[in-house]
């Protein structure tokens, strides 16, 4: 199974191929031109330097967000249409979802921990999600960092078993729950405050690390499982409301 995949819930964005859930090329997108004049330049090209063609794809990935909502449209509108052109299914994948799959992949990462997925939503603020043992508990949302932060060291405070043995498994069993790995963009200007906050707190390397590679697996993954939507079905996952809508409701407020 031939994927082609691409994330733009950035500015800078990747793109990947992959053959069986296993990447055979990803690359980062050219940051310096904006992402409606390099695509689909750019899938072209790496089809190219693979020697494949756009009939040899069997499924197309992207990520639905959240993330830029000019760069969001242009992802999704760019593989619609290549979707369409090869009359096969176009699979959206969270890019949290994706996030928190690479961090589960660190080595220092326990089974047990926590995976916090943290992109930068501008305005302070962070699109987030929280995610334990690779099932998501808490969002997707937007917020401030600072509230984030208090609802995490709350849930972190709460958990643990009824009844502890000795004063040993109580300090082991605290350090375990406590452990939350942070990954994202939106992590980079309050690592400080996180560490701060939650001092067992692990801060994810890359910390923005390519998504479309493990955008394609996730969607092969799904297709193996019968999961092929049309490339019609796939929506966006905004989170916040595009500045239009809430420009338009503060308008008709007034």
Do not use: N
Not at 173 to 194: K, N
Not at 234 to 247: F, G, M, N
């Amino acid at each position: 199974m031939l994927v082609l995949a691409l994330d733009t819930t950035t500015r800078a964005g990747s793109c990947a191929l992959a053959r069986d859930g296993l990447i055979v090329r990803e690359q980062c997108s050219d940051e310096s031109r904006s992402q409606a004049s390099r695509l689909p330049e750019e899938l072209m090209s790496l089809l190219d330097r693979e020697h494949q063609a756009l009939r040899d794809i069997d499924i197309f990935a992207v990520a639905i967000g959240p993330g830029s909502f000019t760069g969001l449209r242009v992802g999704i509108a760019t593989m619609q249409g290549l979707a369409f052109a090869a009359g096969k299914a176009l699979i959206g994948v969270s890019g949290l979802d994706a996030l928190a799959r690479i961090a589960a992949r660190s080595a220092d990462t326990e089974p047990t921990s926590r995976v916090a997925t943290w992109v930068d939503a501008w305005r302070g603020e962070v699109y987030a999600a929280l995610y334990q043992s690779g099932v998501q508990i808490d969002g997707p949302t937007v917020e401030h960092p600072h509230e984030l932060l208090g609802r995490i060291a709350s849930q972190t405070s709460s958990r643990g078993p009824a009844v502890m043995s000795s004063r040993q498994d109580r300090a082991s069993t605290s350090l375990a729950m406590s452990r939350t790995m942070f990954i994202g963009d939106g992590v980079r200007a309050y690592a400080e405050a996180i560490r701060a906050v939650l001092p067992a707190a692990e801060i994810a390397e890359p910390l923005v690390p390519m998504l479309a590679g493990t955008i394609a697996a996730m969607a092969a993954e799904q297709a193996s499982r019968g999961h092929l939507p049309p490339p019609h079905a796939i929506r966006p996952l905004y989170v916040r409301r595009p500045d239009a809508e809430l420009s338009r409701d503060a308008r008709h407020s007034s």
